[in-house]
Structure formats: structure tokens, C-alpha cells
DNA sequence: AATAATGGTTCAAATAATGAACCAACCACC
DNA sequence: GGTGGTTGGTTCATTATTTGAACCATTATT
């Protein structure tokens, strides 16, 4: 690995559950030596990418990725676009709906709302999704460009229950339904207990840059309700795929 | 430089005015060698903090900015907290309002509201603010640590106009009236015909760590306005500091 | 058809990154 | 008030990575 991917690789140890981190640990998570540790650390810190706290000496994400993410956001206004149609739909269904937009090879989550209830699946900001085990993965995968598809299949995939489906053969049948359907449906693919449906949200070219879910405890779950959400999850889906492309979203050329 | 610099670099050259750039174009304003700014695109490109259009090979911002920008935000929730208040004052002021937080020695300009008629004072998302000859700058450095009003007044300070201060008493000065005060007034500092006022939103220890800010034409600003935005800033600033820090925000030690 | 852009690639030479060993300071625990 | 185990931070000879001139293939422009 180069250089800059190492600096990034640190970076991504932070996370909602463990914001800020010391440089022991840091060091111990990413595997690299204490000093060259530091060394990418000030270079970050240099740069506004990473702070670190005056008292605790611990380091921490800095205000330059917000700076950069907002000048994204300013060309792309995904999450202005669609966090009001998360909040309707989480309000509707009073389960968890998180938002995710493609990066690389997965789903980055980028948004959430939580039910005000205590049993409920809990989804974290920056969690990152697979392709083939999620409801997410699949409605996105159902609209991705060839490439995408085969990049996913040909590589090993993780079954992280009983219930994950890794032949290439039964995700490409997952894909079909869900493209067909309108939306996917992912029984405990992921976490046992779990059920899911999500919907593509699709760029102008028709191909899918991101997804919208509900997540709920599958033991009040009836298929009438999966049914109901996954209609509400591809109107949602529907509409802010249409606020982001002014009206103009091309009929996907890879249909069904 | 390092070569994490040199990224991070790379990827300060994207703007809200230029979201995409080629290689070419990347390499030419970098300094780097087109094979060296390739290099680094491709490291970037492969954790996702930059993506590279399918059609034009133009490289933008990718969403693992966004993916770390919102795992900061979930822990120090300063544009959610803000921007309400942020509006509130663009509609009562009906002049352009923008907000930043302070990274690294300079100011970063993380929301913007521009009001809605022709002539307005301009701020984009993303820009850099001086701390010496700006509003932001003065009210920051006025709650700011000792060690970063120093580092301040030490580094060459540019006159961006004829009315920029740049002799460190003539600023210190500046920064005990905004102390007093309450908020600070720069007159033409930064940009001629424009005149700002802004006020700190302070972090629990009383230290300023961002400002908020109100930006008009001097033209049309009468001498009652200044005084009466002053205190609309510095009160939308109090409110803010007050909701981050839950109640209990400590009464600065350094006092005028 | 020639010209000058563009994005992208190669490999010997130059440079920057590495890590074991080293401080100093802090904390918990007899 | 030692003692051992932390912590954050630094040094410098060794090592591995980065560098860039020259290269190719495409795609406009003239």
C-alpha cells in the first residue's frame, strides 16, 4: 500500500462509535509503527484532516473533510435531497431508514433515522454496506453498470448468516426480482433477525448511484408490511432520484 | 512536502466553482508530474475520496469525504446545531449570513445563506477565511488560545485592501473591542465595499472554535444596521455555543 | 493530414518513508 | 515513594517508495 492509502486507512478507524483515538491505538489498529504513525498523523493534522484535543493529546476527524464534503455536497446535494424523504418515510413505517451512496466497492451510509422505539435495528452513520448480502446491495446492484456486477460476483463473497445467499447465481436472481419488483427484499442476509427492503436511487444515466432502506426486527415483520414498505421505499427512492435529475431521468437502458 | 501532503493537496484544488478537473488540468495547478498526480488520483480514487466520471475521465469529490465528514458531524454536531440559526438570522438580517470553524490557521467556511436579491457580498461553501482581516477572523482570535493568536500575528499578515490592519497592535486592538463588544466589525479588511460583522460560538472550555458572521455591501449599511446585526450575531452565537454545549458553557478565562 | 491537446504508462534514479531504540511524563498499585 | 506499564513523542541509518522524462494511444482542432 502506498503511502496516501495508509494516511486514508487511518483515517477510516475513526467511526461513529469511537471518534477520537490515541496514538498508541491508532497505531496498534493500522499496523503500522508508532512513528510513522505519527508522522501521517501530523502530515493529516497539517492539512485540517485530523485535530487533535489539546487536553487528551487524542486525535480526532478535523474540519477540512467537512470542508471538502460540503464542496461535494454543493455540486451533488444528495443528502440535502434526500434526508427530508428518509425523515417522511422513517415517520411512515416508524422503523430505521438509512440512506447509503456507492463508494469504491460498497454502500457508505450517510444517513439515518431511528424510530423512538427500543427494539429497532440500529444503523450507524459511516457504516459501510456489502453489495450482495443487504437489501441496499442488491436494489443497487439491480441498476449498477455491468462492470459493477461483475466486479462484485467475481470476488469472494462473506456469508454473514445461515441465511446469505454467495452463489453468484442466486444474487443475480435476487437482483432480477428486485428489478422487476421495483424494490429488494434481504431476509437475514446480513444480521440474523433482520429484515429489509431498499430501492436504487438513480443518477441520470439510469444507473444507480446510492439506495434507501428500511430496517426492521423480522419477528413483527408480516409480509403485508414488507409489501407496504417496499412500495413506500421505491416511491421514495422514486422521488429523489427525480428532485436530483430535474424531471429528466432517462428510461434505464438495461431493463428487465 | 510529504507524500500525504501532496494528495491532500491535490484534492484542495477541487472547488464549488470547479467540482471536476482532469488529470491534465489537476497536474498543470498542483505542480506535481503528470505521472506522479496520477498516482495519487489513483490511491485516492481506490478509498473513495475522489471518483473519476465514467464519460468525461474528470476526476470530483468522492463520497468517502462524505462518509468521514458525517462520522465527525454524529460526534461534534456543529452544522446541525448551526444552521438553523444560521437561517433565522439570513431571514431577519435579509444579508448574506455564512458560518465557519476553524481548522489548521485559517477559518472554513462550512454554510452559507445568501439573501435573495442581486446585490449581495458572495461567500462560498468551502472558502478559506484569513483570521487577521476578516469579521470571522477578529472575533475568533478575540476567544481564541494565547498560542494561536500568536502563530497568528507572528506569520506575515497580507493587505488585501487599504483597509486591511496589519500591524499586530492595530489588531490586537481590534480583537479587545470585539472581546468588549461582544462581536467584531471589519470595515473593507478583506473585500473593498463590504462590511461584515461576526461573533465566536465557543466550545465548553470558553475557546472559540468557529464564528458566525453577517456580510453586506457597505453602500447600503448605515452605522444603526452594524450596531443592530452585532447583536443579532452575537446572540444567534450564544444560542449556538449554548445548544453544543449543553447549558453549561464556562465563562471564558482570558476576559477583556 | 498535421498539430496539439488529452489520459495513461514505464523504469532507472532520486528521494522520502520506515522502525528499533530511545526519552519523558503520567498512572496505578503495592 | 518506588516500580512497572502505560502513554505521546523523537531520532537516524537503512530501506523501499516516489519521482519524472520519455513514451504510447485517443481525441479534438486546424
Redesign the pocket.
Known sequence: ??????AISLLELFSVDEPE????????RSG?????T??????LTSHGFVE?DAG????RLGAGLSRLARIREARFPFLQTAVPLVRDLAASTAETVHLSEFGVDRLVTVHVEHPARANRVNVDIGQLLPLHSTASGIAYLAFARDETVKACLAGSLDAFTAHTLIEPAAISRSMGEARERGYSICDQGYEEGVISVAAAIRAADGFALGTIAVAAPKARTTAAAIAERGLAVMEAAREISMRLNGENLQTLRRQA
Chains 1, 2 share one sequence.
Open positions: 500500500m502506498g503511502t496516501v492509502g495508509k483515538l490515541g496514538l498508541s491505538d491508532l497505531a496498534r503500522f509503527d508508532k512513528a510513522t505519527r508522522r501521517l498523523l501530523v502530515a487533535q487528551t493529546r487524542h486525535y
